[in-house]
């Protein structure tokens, strides 16, 4: 989890603390506690529930049955329960969730020779990036090393993207999809460790054609924009996971949200905190975003408001208005940071967190994968979980650099 706070941004903080907590309402430190006990329980027992599964990593749950669905490493959303384990830990500093931690992490290792998918960002940055920053073990370094070079052999130096499914290729030149931002974070880092610039711009490439070519007037975000391949130009721009092509597919406007977020931070490219910022503007004011602020599923779905809902979508707005608040001045700090701690407080809910022994021991129910597809729909998702926990953690820092900083006074 990467956090950079701005002096200004701490100041708006320790101002927020008083009208945030209501004297009725629960305090954020509460909401926070509570929620990663009910982590650390969930996540342990799913942990050691699948110890002797070699290889296995939790994916969701069947909705009829309440069976537990897992995949191997292959899966894009391999590395999202390793994540979450060393979410847990950095919160708990418990030795033996740090070794429950360390199995699953070396459960997606071999990802790091993946060059048939974009998805190695995900695999190994949530897994192994987290447990590098909490460690500093010294062979993980490689790991992600080798899964940069691995994602890069996908980049097209005509198209200036990374490419990110090899499948369709009757209907796809070169599909690029909104998710692929958030892929960008391991190349950052595998830059700044190495210095080599190969890295860096390619990022900076791909977030620069994804800003020019993903987004419509209004700044939301196409999910799918296919490039010629000879010329370099989008000859497609649709869904693939949303309502419409001209939908506002939920988990895809807060990827969009994410990734430039997090190139900003990376990079200090005034562009990327704009277009960050609009996004989230679009998001946080559009009507039909719902009082409690998690998402439908898609914001232009036909049938709201009986459309399901997503907490995976809400967990990674949240982590992300976090973040973009300290970038961001009054009033527009105050209003994303308002946004993420109503979202955070909807999922630490008895409505989206579990009970502990109960929804196959992932920590957030009512979320939704495909619904065109009719795949994971109303499930736990291991992707909601991650971003939860980052959130909540993120929210937690901000915190203690309040208080902190009101002691000093």
């Given amino acids: 989890m990467k956090l950079i706070s701005k002096t200004f941004a701490l100041a708006l903080f320790t101002g927020l603390l008083s009208c945030h907590q209501a004297p009725q309402q629960e305090p954020m430190e509460q909401v926070i506690k509570r929620s990663m006990k009910v982590a650390q329980q969930q996540s342990r027992a799913m942990a050691e529930s699948l110890l002797e599964r070699d290889q296995h990593l939790p994916r969701t749950i069947n909705r009829e049955t309440g069976e537990l669905i897992t995949s191997d490493s292959r899966w894009w959303t391999s590395g999202f329960f390793p994540g979450t384990l060393w979410y847990v830990y950095e919160y708990t500093n418990n030795d033996s969730i740090k070794e429950l931690a360390e199995v699953y992490t070396q459960r997606v290792e071999r990802e790091k020779f993946t060059t048939n998918n974009h998805d190695v960002g995900f695999m190994l940055y949530c897994s192994f990036g987290n447990g590098l920053r909490l460690t500093n073990y010294d062979q993980y370094p490689e790991v992600l090393i080798t899964?940069?070079?691995?994602?890069?052999?996908?980049?097209?130096?005509n198209v200036g993207l990374i490419r990110s499914w090899d499948f369709n290729k009757e209907q796809w030149q070169y599909p690029v999809i909104i998710d692929n931002m958030m892929n960008l974070e391991l190349l950052m880092w595998t830059f700044?460790?190495?210095?080599?610039?190969?890295?860096?711009?390619?990022?900076?490439?791909?977030?620069?054609k994804t800003l020019k070519n993903h987004f419509r007037n209004d700044f939301s975000s196409y999910h799918v924009v296919s490039y010629d391949t000879l010329t370099g130009h989008p000859h497609i721009k649709m869904t693939h996971q949303?309502?419409?092509?001209s939908s506002l597919w939920a988990r895809g406007q807060a990827?969009?949200?994410?990734?430039?977020?997090?190139m900003y931070r990376e990079t200090g490219k005034e562009r990327y905190l704009e277009q960050a910022q609009n996004i989230a503007d679009l998001l946080i004011n559009h009507p039909n975003l719902p009082e409690d602020k998690i998402p439908y599923w898609d914001f232009s779905a036909p049938?709201?408001?009986?459309?399901?809902?997503?907490?995976?979508?809400?967990?990674?707005m949240a982590s992300s208005l976090i973040e973009l608040s300290?970038?961001?001045n009054k009033p527009a700090a105050t209003q994303y940071l308002d946004v993420a701690e109503k979202q955070l407080r909807t999922l630490a809910s008895p409505k989206y967190l579990a009970e502990p022994g109960t929804n196959g021991n992932f920590i957030l129910k009512h979320s939704v994968g495909s619904k065109p597809h009719n795949s994971e729909v109303d499930v736990p998702l291991t992707y909601a979980d991650y971003y939860f926990l980052e959130a909540l953690l993120r929210?937690?820092?901000?915190?203690?650099m309040g208080n902190a900083q009101t002691k000093q006074k």
């Fill in 326 to 328: 300290q970038f961001s």
């Fill in 255 to 262: 990827w969009g949200l994410y990734g430039f977020t997090m």
């Fill in 303 to 316: 049938n709201i408001p009986d459309e399901p809902r997503d907490a995976s979508a809400a967990a990674v």
């Fill in 395 to 400: 929210f937690r820092e901000l915190l203690q």
């Fill in 192 to 208: 700044k460790h190495t210095g080599d610039s190969t890295f860096y711009n390619i990022a900076v490439s791909h977030a620069d």
């Fill in 147 to 157: 899964g940069s070079k691995s994602l890069s052999t996908r980049f097209d130096e």
């Fill in 242 to 245: 949303g309502a419409s092509d």
